[in-house]
DNA sequence: CCGGTGACGCGCG
DNA sequence: GCGCGCGCCACCG
């Protein structure tokens, strides 16, 4: 696969928290590209599905991120309500709150 | 090469 | 706090 770094930035988010598009992207080494790591969780298979905790990656505003098929964004919330994540009214979670906060020391 | 297209982000008004 | 416009960047026809 193409984008191994991202899906490894992914894989440590930890259950109940979320990360930005922006912020894998930086962590991953590819700058202001955080649109790439939405094409690169786009292309998962279902298979990678199960490795990678791709649901975790919300937008800079703390929204599930609008897609082509809008049925993928409530499994998305559904996955994250059920592992703690709450959504407010207009939709969307706290990043004060479930925002992962790696650290860089640490990596994690 | 060129232009269109996103699971994006940020600065402005 | 919100929409809008524009910048970004890999992909694809």
New binding site residues.
């Given amino acids: 696969m193409?984008y191994t770094e991202v899906y490894a930035v992914v894989r440590r988010i930890p259950r109940g928290r979320v990360a930005?598009?922006?912020?894998v992207?930086d962590l991953a080494g590819l700058?202001?590209?955080?649109?790439?790591?939405?094409?690169a969780?786009?292309g998962?298979s279902e298979e990678q599905s199960e490795q990678v905790p791709?649901?975790r990656?919300l937008?800079?505003?703390g929204r599930v991120?609008?897609?082509?098929e809008p049925v993928?964004e409530d499994t998305?919330r559904g996955l994250l309500e059920s592992e703690g994540v709450q959504f407010d009214d207009?939709g969307r979670a706290s990043l004060e709150r479930f925002g992962w906060r790696p650290r860089a020391a640490r990596r994690q």
């Fill in positions: 193409k930005t598009y922006g912020q992207a700058g202001r590209g955080a649109r790439q790591v939405g094409y969780l786009a998962l791709w649901h990656v937008n800079a505003q991120s609008p897609r082509a993928t998305q207009a």
